[in-house]
């Protein structure tokens, strides 16, 4: 079935330095890929997404990238702060439904 | 704007115990669903439900039954629970996808119900 793999589990940086956190699904029809933080005891809130026809997007310190033919996109936080600390996942779209697989999520720790 | 409100937030139940887990959007969309997040595991959709008056299983529906009451309220209900129910339940909300399923349609989450199963 379809899959999304998602690394690392958890990643510590100091504060400034970037984070990169990469992910890798299984079908290569799927074409909407959201990335959510999850702050503790909060739900997962939409940070930014990309579609299929789109190779990069940016918004401020979040961008995230799309490479179709490895199957692979990845969220860059630059300048991090320590309010970036949270758990972050991917997810893609399974083509033709309504439902969204997720990553396994990523721990990011932003040491002050 | 409330978004998407689940209730109750907190509940403790002995196993054979049933419960309903309730779900509201203000939002006006179409599309509703359940996860549940367990450690280690991400987020796992128990069922969806793309428009009013559907409802589809999703990869671990068994020991789940779900009523999609009106446009805005998706519940889900466990009729004799597990200790392995254990877990935090979210509930999800998104707009109707164009009839080709494509674009953009990000989903928006309520803060969850904490669940566990003695």
């Known amino acids: 079935g379809e899959n999304v793999e998602q690394h690392p589990s958890t990643l510590s940086v100091q504060e400034g330095d970037s984070a990169v956190i990469k992910c890798t699904y299984s079908?290569?029809?799927?074409?909407?890929f959201p990335w959510y933080k999850q702050e503790l005891g909060k739900g997962p809130q939409l940070i930014i997404d990309?579609?299929?026809?789109?190779g990069e997007k940016k918004d401020q310190r979040i961008a995230v990238t799309l490479n179709k033919t490895a199957k692979h996109f990845s969220l860059h936080i630059t300048e991090t702060q320590p309010e970036d600390s949270a758990v972050y996942f991917c997810a893609a779209r399974v083509s033709g439904t309504y439902k969204y697989i997720f990553g396994t999520g990523t721990r990011l720790k932003v040491l002050a | 704007n409330a978004g998407v409100t689940q209730t109750p937030k907190f509940q403790v139940l002995k196993t054979g115990q049933s419960m309903t887990l309730q779900c509201a959007q203000d939002m006006n969309h179409n599309s509703m669903y359940w996860y549940r997040q367990d450690p280690g595991m991400g987020l796992r959709l128990i069922y969806y439900?793309?428009?009013?008056?559907?409802?589809d299983k999703g990869e671990v529906p068994n020991g789940y039954n779900v009523s999609r009451l009106n446009k805005r309220e998706f519940s889900l209900r466990l009729e004799s629970a597990a200790p392995s129910q254990t877990s935090v339940y979210f509930c999800?909300?998104?707009?109707?996808?164009?009839?080709?399923?494509?674009?953009?349609?990000?989903?928006?989450f309520g803060d969850g119900t904490r669940l566990s199963i003695l």
């Open positions: 079908d290569s029809a799927s074409n909407y």
């Open positions: 990309i579609r299929s026809n789109v």
């Open positions: 999800a909300s998104s707009e109707r996808f164009d009839r080709g399923l494509t674009g953009r349609k990000p989903q928006h």
């Open positions: 439900s793309a428009s009013e008056g559907t409802t």
